[in-house]
């Protein structure tokens, strides 16, 4: 989210740059000098997260298989802290990558820094829940079977051995 509004078009300027085996740009790649949003298809731009409590009962954790059943929707754990993420484009977001309102850009875009950005989209995370079955899954393992039984598919039936 720095420095975008200074920038150039990033589709254009991801063209000459450097780019590593897996096809991927690294922070190490980019020219000294230059600022890293401008190599960026504006990756911060393009969804919330909002901290949520942590769910210590099958009533709390079905809140959150509740959020899972929506599109565009995942819950993930980061320094034993829980986010509830949805996965939405910012309306001041300009074609070109640029941000529409730059010298208005809230607060929590100014704070945000690069050097700890999603950039080389290497992050791991405690845990990452893009289903509402993995999410049963953990709380069957935490908390034991639910009462009225499990939310879970059935196992499905082993195919035939084939001689
Ligand atoms: S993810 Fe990082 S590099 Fe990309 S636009 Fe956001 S702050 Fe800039
Ligand atoms: S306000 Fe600007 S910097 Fe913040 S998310 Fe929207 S487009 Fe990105």
Same mark, same amino acid.
């Given at each position: 989210m720095n420095s975008r509004n200074r920038q150039k078009n990033y589709w254009l300027t991801r063209r000459s740059a450097p780019v590593a085996g897996n096809g991927q740009l690294r922070r190490k790649d980019i020219p000294a000098g230059e600022t890293l949003c401008f190599y960026c298809p504006a990756k911060c731009?393009? +969804? /919330?997260? $909002?901290?949520i409590d942590r769910p210590r009962t099958w009533e709390e954790f079905d809140t959150v298989r509740w959020f899972l059943l929506h599109e565009r929707t995942a819950v993930f754990v980061d320094n034993g802290q829980w +986010?509830? $993420?949805? %996965? =939405?484009?910012? !309306?001041? =977001?300009?074609? @070109?990558? &640029?941000?529409? /309102? +730059?010298? $208005?850009?809230?607060?929590?875009? &100014? @704070? +945000? *820094? !690069? *050097? /700890?950005?999603? %950039?080389?989209e290497n992050a791991v995370y405690d845990q990452f829940f893009e289903l509402p079955e993995q999410l049963e899954e953990y709380a069957e393992a935490l908390l034991g079977p639910r009462e009225g039984g499990s939310l879970r598919s059935p196992r499905p039936e082993l195919l035939p051995v084939l001689s």
């Open positions: 731009c393009h +969804y /919330i997260a $909002l901290t +986010y509830l $993420l949805v %996965f =939405l484009t910012c !309306t001041k =977001l300009q074609p @070109d990558g &640029r941000c529409g /309102i +730059y010298p $208005l850009r809230p607060k929590i875009c &100014r @704070d +945000y *820094d !690069t *050097d /700890i950005c999603e %950039f080389e």
